[in-house]
């Protein structure tokens, strides 16, 4: 395949693989004709094609037609190589002969990993409905395709986005996620069924109330396993098909992420806990013990300190209750009072406990520089309910803001918190946050703001064009000062918290404009700034970019609190 090929599933009689392959329509015009390239007659003439090739296929975006929305993703611009759907042959006595792969698809729409159903007559997928429309995710529709000749069915309509269907091993239903497209992104995940003919769809967790990450069926097709969100945890549940509640199958205070089921019942998952950044572990729907398989990082840590993590709940001033996290620094003294770093999380439709893997490493280094480290899921989060997840809706600032500080309220409370030196960050919506506090509040004396989001209205700089007037409930055109007075740009003049801001000079979610304005808006009124811009990153910098980036992240933001929190000390993260 010209362009690589991902997802393969072996066909149930095991004489096929079905897969996925990007290719746009000049491809599959090329293909759908047989026409092939002749084989290069040597090596430096097998390099020159590719060469030339590449080169073409640069120049062919140069310049760069834009008429779809997203054009972007991650780092990178988004070609018009669309993943399609294929089947290949796999016989005896092959050696000799060439293989040639049938494609199944032949839309401008990117595909869903294909499923087989257990005769082997269909693939079930999920793809927008119409390829004319901007924004896929929103759009996407389950669809049932014939092998034999390749014609498809759409099982689901448009009034919800669905997707990653699973056959159930008899063959009588199909199990997928879904949100209801009004006001998508403040959703939780329906995990639901239907036949596989289509209709009778049921979703099965809405009396859960908890957002589902991952689902498996049954071997007997009796019910499901599935992990969901919940006050800080991710949980592994099963629910049979005439049941109205799920089963917990491990309640612990660990985040179970990826798993698999075994015919005679059992659970292979990872789990990210407190004491732990990950692990594979395994369990019997009988039993629901966790028993660890690998000790993949003992020897690291063996060699460091792990401290603790404490769960605290307060009530914010309308009643509703909130849950947070608390680590205290090594050398902890009862009595002593130390700097407090609060993190906020992003989203803002996530969820954050002790077993969060992409933030433990941070939070313990925090801890062992001295700080009290603090975090909570406040209104908005996932984890507790859609009504609670939904909470946001057109007033980001003001709603989190009450629930956080009352929580740093309550913090202090216990004593150990020197109220004179509070520190504050977050990433994303944390950034938006970070920033939106300082300027509504002086009582902390260093911030940090990660690749958030200060103006409102950059709905036409993003990757995610619907997503400001999905939370907010208007466009930017419907009513711009309304936006305007929810972005923490309009405040920052206000800011006079010294703040250091992070950025990614490639991220396309949150373009590197939002830190460049705040930047300039906080230095041109008076105010003690510093940006940083990390070449090539995006706005997965933190969790997934270069590993040299990762670690100087952590130094420029743990100098910048030092700083401030530890000034008749510091001389840098190097002493």
């Known amino acids: 395949m010209t362009n690589g090929a991902s997802s393969p599933v072996w066909s149930p009689d095991s004489t096929q693989i079905v897969y996925l392959a990007g290719m746009n329509a000049q491809g599959r015009a090329k293909e759908d004709s047989l026409e092939e390239d002749n084989p290069p007659q040597d090596k430096l003439s097998g390099k020159q094609r590719k060469e030339r090739k590449e080169w073409e296929e640069t120049r062919r975006w140069d310049p760069r037609v834009i008429e779809h929305i997203p054009y972007i993703s991650g780092t990178n611009f988004l070609k018009d190589h669309r993943m399609q759907i294929y089947v290949i042959p796999i016989t005896e006595n092959t050696t000799n002969r060439k293989i040639i792969p049938r494609r199944l698809t032949d839309v401008d729409a990117d595909h869903n990993a294909p499923q087989w159903s257990p005769d082997g007559q269909y693939i079930v997928t999920a793809r927008i409905d119409d390829p004319a429309r901007d924004e896929p995710g929103r759009w996407s529709s389950i669809f049932r395709i014939r092998v034999a000749d390749s014609t498809h069915e759409q099982l689901t309509d448009d009034s919800y986005s669905s997707f990653g269907p699973i056959v159930s091993p008899d063959g009588q239903w199909i199990a997928f996620g879904r949100y209801p497209r009004e006001q998508l992104s403040e959703r939780i995940t329906r995990l639901a069924i239907m036949s596989i003919n289509g209709g009778n769809i049921r979703d099965l967790n809405l009396k859960l109330d908890r957002n589902v990450t991952e689902f498996k069926w049954k071997y007997d097709s009796s019910g499901l396993v599935f992990a969901a969100t919940s006050e800080g945890s991710i949980k592994l549940h099963g629910i049979s098909l005439d049941a109205d509640q799920p089963e917990l199958l491990i309640d612990e205070p660990v985040h179970i992420e990826s798993f698999d089921t075994h015919p005679r019942g059992g659970i292979a998952f990872t789990v990210s806990s407190p004491e732990n950044p990950n692990e594979l572990c395994w369990t019997t729907m009988s039993e629901k013990q966790v028993k660890y398989l690998t000790a993949l990082n003992r020897k690291y840590l063996d060699k460091v300190f792990v401290q603790t993590t404490y769960d605290i709940h307060w009530q914010t001033t309308d009643g509703s209750e909130i849950q947070g996290w608390y680590v205290l620094p090594i050398g902890y003294e009862e009595g002593q009072q130390y700097p407090l770093i609060l993190n906020i999380h992003g989203g803002p439709h996530i969820m954050w406990g002790p077993g969060t893997k992409s933030m433990w ?215």
């Open 361 to 575: 490493h941070e939070w313990q280094f925090h801890a062992a520089r001295g700080y009290v480290v603090f975090y909570c899921n406040p209104r908005g989060a996932d984890g507790y309910g859609e009504a609670f997840q939904m909470a946001l809706h057109g007033k980001w600032g003001e709603v989190a803001m009450s629930d956080i500080m009352s929580g740093v309220d309550s913090l202090i409370e216990k004593g150990f918190v020197d109220r004179t030196r509070l520190s504050i960050t977050g990433g994303s919506y944390g950034g938006y946050m970070t920033t939106w506090i300082t300027a509504h509040s002086d009582r902390f004396i260093a911030a940090v703001a990660q690749r958030g989001v200060y103006n409102l209205g950059f709905v036409g700089t993003t990757d995610i064009a619907s997503f400001i007037p999905t939370e907010f409930g208007v466009e930017p055109w419907e009513n711009p000062d309304f936006l305007w007075q929810q972005s923490p740009l309009a405040h920052a003049h206000k800011i006079k918290t010294p703040m250091l801001l992070i950025h990614g000079d490639n991220d396309f979610r949150v373009p590197i404009s939002e830190a460049e304005q705040m930047f300039t808006y906080i230095r041109r009124t008076g105010g003690t700034v510093k940006l940083i811009r990390f070449p090539r990153e995006g706005h997965e910098m933190t969790r997934s970019g270069e590993p040299e980036h990762r670690v100087a992240n952590l130094k420029h933001m743990i100098e910048w609190f030092d700083k401030y929190c530890f000034p008749n000390t510091f001389s840098g993260l190097e002493a």
